[in-house]
Every structure is written in C-alpha cells, then in structure tokens.
C-alpha cells in the first residue's frame, strides 16, 4: 500500500492530535441528559466511543503499513451522523458542546484523509 508523503505527514500529525484527545465524557453525558429522549436501545457515549475506535484503528492501519480491510472502509464513508441517524437531531446543537465538538472535527478530519487512499 502506498501512502503519498504529505498524506502521510498529515496523518501522523492526526495520530498525535488524537492521541492528546480526553474522550468527551462530560459533553456527552451533558448531551444525553439535555437532548436525547430516554431510550434504552442508544447511548451516545458507546455510540461515540464505537465511532471513535472505527477511525483510530482504521488510523492505526495506515500507520502499520497495512490496507484497511473492505468492510471497515466501507463503515468510513458515513460520518458520525450518518452511521448513528438517531442522533440526527444533535446536528444543530453539538457546537454548543466543545470538547465534543473538538473530538467530532478532529475524526472527521481524519476520516475524510483516510477516504482518499
């Protein structure tokens, strides 16, 4: 697999900007109490976590050398919103919560760099 050299520049720098990330717990424990209806069938914490672990491996990947298998790559062309539609509502209202926020744009960045190889 060949990864050009300013691609991989950049996802170096992501893999250590996403490395110094705390994972948004107080936003989204926030988020569920003040914006998501009850239901026992979600959770934006797993949820976010799952999408989080989706990216960073898929990351740790192209860092190891090695080819993202099929089916996880066909998982990175949904973003967050897309992959969990439930929370579709949160579309816009998340900018008020920044350490999500922050979190949501730095994988979502990176998601879209892996996309391109």
Do not use: A
Not at 96 to 108: A, M, P, R, V
Request: net charge negative.
């Amino acid at each position: 697999m060949q990864v050009d050299y300013e691609t991989l520049k950049k996802l170096k720098e992501f893999k250590i900007l996403l490395n110094s990330l705390e994972f948004p717990s107080e936003d989204l424990i926030k988020m569920e109490d003040e914006l998501i209806e009850d239901n026992e069938e979600t959770s934006l914490t797993g949820d976010f976590d799952s999408y989080w672990s989706l990216v960073s491996g898929s990351l740790d990947y192209i860092m190891n050398n090695k080819k993202i298998p099929h089916k996880q790559k066909r998982l990175l062309d949904k973003d967050f919103f897309v992959h969990f539609p439930c929370y579709s509502n949160l579309k816009k209202q998340y900018h008020l919560f920044s350490d999500f926020k922050g979190c949501l744009k730095t994988l979502e960045d990176i998601r879209q760099l892996l996309l391109k190889i």
